[in-house]
C-alpha cells in the first residue's frame, strides 16, 4: 500500500493535507487533516485513514464485483464486505474544515441568490431542502457551503425555488443517479469504488439524501470529464 500526499489549502493559521492511499495503482480511500504545519496536518490525515482501513479490513477489494451488474444492486451491501456507515461530516473527500474566513463564499451566495432573483424567504426554502434547516448562518461545514454554490450556479435566472424541492426527494436521486451512472456506463464493480472513494460506502442506501445528492454531482463531474 502506498500514500499519495497533496496540500489542499494553506494560510497563516491552518494547514489541510490530503492523503490518498493506493494499491496497486487503485484508489482504495483518502482523508483529510489539518494542522499548524504541513508534517502535522500530513501525520493527523494519515492517522485517520488508517483508522478506517482497519475498519475495513474484512473487505475484500478484489470481489467487489460477483454481484449482479443491474443498478439496483448499487443500493445492497456486497455480501462480503461490512462497511463503516459514516455521515456527511466524516467521510473521506468531505471532512468538516472550520474556516474563520467565509467573506469569499458568502460574497459568492449572495451573488447567486441576486442573480437568480430570489428573496430570503426563497433562499430559506432552498437551504431547508438541502441541509434541513433554513439559516445560512446555522452553516457550520465549509462543504455544504460549497455544496450549495455549486447547486445554485446551475439555477437559471428567474427560476422559482419550487422547482427544485426534488432534491430532499430520494426516489428522484437515486432516479437521477441511475440515470448519471447509465449515461457514464459505469459498471456496477465502478459505481461501488466510486461510492467507497468518496464515502467509504460500498451502498448507496448508507448515503444520506445530501450525501446522494453529493454523489449525483460527483457522477456530474466525472461526465464533463468525459465530454
Known amino acids: 500500500m502506498q500514500f499519495h500526499s497533496e496540500l489542499s489549502y494553506a ?3 491552518v ?11 487503485q484508489k482504495i480511500g483518502s482523508a483529510l487533516g489539518q494542522g499548524q504545519t504541513a508534517e502535522e496536518a500530513e501525520d493527523n490525515a494519515l492517522k485517520r485513514i488508517e483508522s478506517r ?22 443500493d445492497k451491501t456486497p455480501d462480503n ?4 456507515k459514516t455521515n456527511i461530516s466524516s467521510h473521506s473527500n ?11 463564499e458568502l460574497i459568492q451566495l449572495d451573488e447567486e ?23 445560512r448562518n446555522k452553516i457550520i461545514d465549509i462543504n455544504d457551503m460549497h455544496l450549495i454554490l ?23 436521486l437515486i432516479k437521477d ?31 444520506s439524501n445530501k450525501q446522494l445528492l453529493m454523489f449525483n454531482l460527483i457522477l456530474s463531474n466525472e461526465k464533463k470529464l468525459t465530454t
Open 11 to 13: 494560510d497563516s493559521q
Open 15 to 25: 494547514v489541510i493535507v490530503k492523503v490518498v492511499a493506493v494499491v496497486k495503482d
Open 53 to 74: 482501513l482497519r475498519e475495513s479490513d474484512g473487505i475484500k477489494y478484489s470481489q467487489i464485483g460477483k454481484n449482479s451488474d443491474s443498478l439496483n444492486n448499487l
Open 81 to 84: 464486505s461490512q462497511p463503516t
Open 94 to 104: 468531505n471532512q468538516i474544515v472550520h474556516n474563520e474566513d467565509w467573506s469569499n
Open 113 to 135: 441568490i441576486n442573480r437568480i432573483g430570489w428573496d430570503k424567504e426563497s433562499e430559506s426554502i432552498f437551504l431547508n431542502n438541502i441541509l434541513g434547516f433554513n439559516n
Open 150 to 172: 455549486q447547486l445554485l450556479k446551475n439555477v437559471r435566472t428567474g427560476e422559482s425555488v419550487q422547482s427544485f424541492s426534488h432534491l430532499s426527494n430520494r426516489e428522484h
Open 177 to 207: 443517479s441511475n440515470e448519471k451512472l447509465k449515461t457514464l456506463k459505469l459498471t456496477l464493480d465502478k459505481a461501488r469504488q466510486l461510492l467507497f472513494n468518496n464515502f467509504n460506502v460500498y451502498s448507496r442506501s448508507d448515503l
